[in-house]
């Protein structure tokens, strides 16, 4: 059963309106509503919501909106369902994930070596996605944002680069920045992190630092000439900083990637001054015993996208933060704000991509997904399951450690 809300004169293959709906003025979206299995299986429906590529300045118009949040709330509920278990199932031994068949017993450890160049080069083709959907030029984050569930679908009345944006703000919120510290961004990526803690505090030193040394080339390239801002490229665990010489360190998203987290750890806290304080965002197991989940087919196709060995837990995160001699000022839990909406809006790309309508409305939304092929889309329904699966055993945690002034 096939049911879908489109504007006025727009035909959409085998679709029915919801209910009599009448089509707003210059509607920017689409709500389509796909359900399959029995007709009592509630726990396999996915809504795929989705903007359109001419947004008209008619439905700007304020005095719409409250009818447009009339025809979301009919449906939105349901978008509370997409990570239930019941459509989380994923066949590892027929999928295809980076364009290669995974085996359900393969050690990926052994044949995959951890290569982070491979997870923003555009060779897996979720990047290739989210490249597509404004991520990975200068920002390669999940984003902070707005709605939280059951509308997180809302999201996509809003632009993805200012989520990425506000990811990197609310972090530095956490910093607690004053005017003439000294920053270290450790894995800075493409360097705009580090610009955007330039720019909330132009008096502080930032320095990024990344392993690449292509993103440090990007950095010193897009934001050169930029005062009290630097690039460099350095390992996360061995900074090459005598000790005391940061007021602030800042790790986004990046320390899942890391060999050693501990050691980085021990590493930050030997370069912070005293009273100097360490943000890390990172993603985490929820506990000791969701670390069981790591060789999981569906967590070893994640892990070869992203390229990971395993996370920390939440508690051996503050375990190796005390074993580093730092005190956890707060441990935060932000899932809610980003993998959880991130993850319902993959959700929609794949179920539009999988089907002839939704491709060409996708492609009518943006003609870059022109280049995509069936394939390809394939390939993402397989790895949208297999983030589903790691997502339910893991949190997206910000964390505040502070290296006390010894007495």
């Not at 610009?195 to 950095?219: K, R, Y």
């Not at 005293?274 to 069981?292: H, I, K, N, Q």
Request: aromatic share 10%.
């Amino acid at each position: 059963m096939l049911r879908a809300l489109v504007p006025r004169e727009q035909s959409v293959d085998r679709a029915q309106p919801c209910g009599n709906p009448q089509p707003f003025p210059g509607a920017p979206f689409f709500l389509i509503i796909s359900r399959h299995g029995t007709p009592g299986d509630i726990l396999n429906v996915e809504i795929a919501f989705f903007l359109h590529a001419e947004f008209d300045s008619t439905w700007a118009r304020p005095s719409l909106w409250p009818q447009a949040a009339c025809f979301l709330v009919r449906g939105i509920h349901i978008a509370g369902q997409l990570d239930t278990e019941a459509s989380m199932s994923l066949d590892i031994a027929t999928s295809r994930v980076n364009g290669s068949r995974l085996n359900d017993g393969a050690d990926l450890d052994r044949v995959a070596p951890r290569n982070v160049q491979a997870s923003y080069d555009g060779s897996n083709v979720v990047f290739r996605v989210l490249r597509i959907e404004t991520w990975g030029d200068l920002l390669t984050n999940l984003g902070y944002h707005k709605f939280r569930h059951p509308f997180v679908l809302l999201n996509l009345l809003s632009n993805h680069e200012r989520a990425q944006r506000r990811l990197v703000m609310k972090s530095v919120d956490l910093l607690d920045v004053q005017h003439d510290h000294r920053v270290l961004d450790v894995a800075c990526g493409r360097g705009k992190s580090s610009f955007i803690v330039h720019c909330l505090h132009p008096g502080a030193t930032v320095v990024g630092l990344d392993l690449l040394d292509d993103h440090i080339q990007v950095a010193q390239t897009v934001f050169n000439n930029v005062k009290n801002l630097s690039y460099t490229a350095g390992d996360a665990m061995d900074l090459d900083f005598p000790e005391d010489s940061f007021d602030r360190v800042m790790c986004l998203e990046a320390a899942f990637h890391f060999p050693d987290r501990a050691r980085f750890l021990r590493e930050a806290y030997r370069v912070l001054r005293p009273g100097g304080r360490l943000v890390v965002v990172d993603f985490a197991w929820s506990t000791d015993a969701d670390r069981a989940h790591r060789d999981d087919p569906e967590t070893r196709a994640v892990r070869e996208i992203w390229q990971w060995n395993s996370f920390f837990s939440v508690p051996e995160y503050e375990r190796a933060a005390g074993a580093a001699r730092f005190h956890v000022v707060s441990s935060s839990d932000w899932s809610d704000r980003v993998t959880r909406p991130a993850q319902a809006m993959f959700h929609c790309l794949s179920t539009l991509g999988n089907s002839r309508w939704g491709r060409r409305l996708l492609q009518r939304k943006n003609p870059l997904f022109r280049s995509f092929s069936r394939e390809d889309w394939e390939q993402v329904t397989c790895a949208v399951r297999a983030h589903d699966h790691v997502r339910r055993y893991s949190k997206y945690m910000a964390f505040v450690l502070e290296k006390r002034c010894e007495v």
